[in-house]
Nanobody
């Protein structure tokens, strides 16, 4: 079992930046597919970004809507996943969740975009972007 705790949410004006953190109760570095999702009111939860490390290689995946603005990363020493969000837009307003799946397959296959692919979830962090 992996517990995930997000932090770093808040309110920011359009064009600003925020960094979300997700602290895991144990290492999720090797061969875990780690993802960030978001859910706006009245909308489905959508995959924003994912990361997986296998051996010496790390792979990064992004939704088209955030590519070039958001960066996913992880610090193995701190068991922490990050989402750096730059050039924020009002449409980025949502509850953001980190998620973990104990296997790399969903990252490699592209199914990281689906919330059903992940087993462990954090409680969420609210991000509000005002225009």
């Amino acid at each position: 079992q992996v517990q995930l705790v997000e932090s770093g949410g808040g309110s920011v004006q359009a064009g600003g930046s925020l960094r979300l953190s997700c602290a895991a109760s144990r290492s999720t570095y090797n061969n875990y597919c780690m993802g960030w999702f978001r859910q706006a009111p009245g909308k489905e939860r959508e995959g924003v970004a994912a990361i997986v490390t296998g051996g010496d290689a790390t792979y990064y995946y992004y939704a088209d809507s955030v590519k070039g603005r958001f960066t996913i990363s992880q610090d193995n020493a701190k068991n922490t996943l990050y989402l750096q969000m730059n050039s924020l837009k009002s449409e980025d307003t949502a509850m953001y969740y980190c998620a973990a799946d104990p296997g790399p397959a969903h990252c490699y296959s592209g199914s990281w975009r689906r919330s059903q692919s992940f087993v462990h979830w954090g409680q969420g962090a609210q991000v509000t972007v005002s225009s």
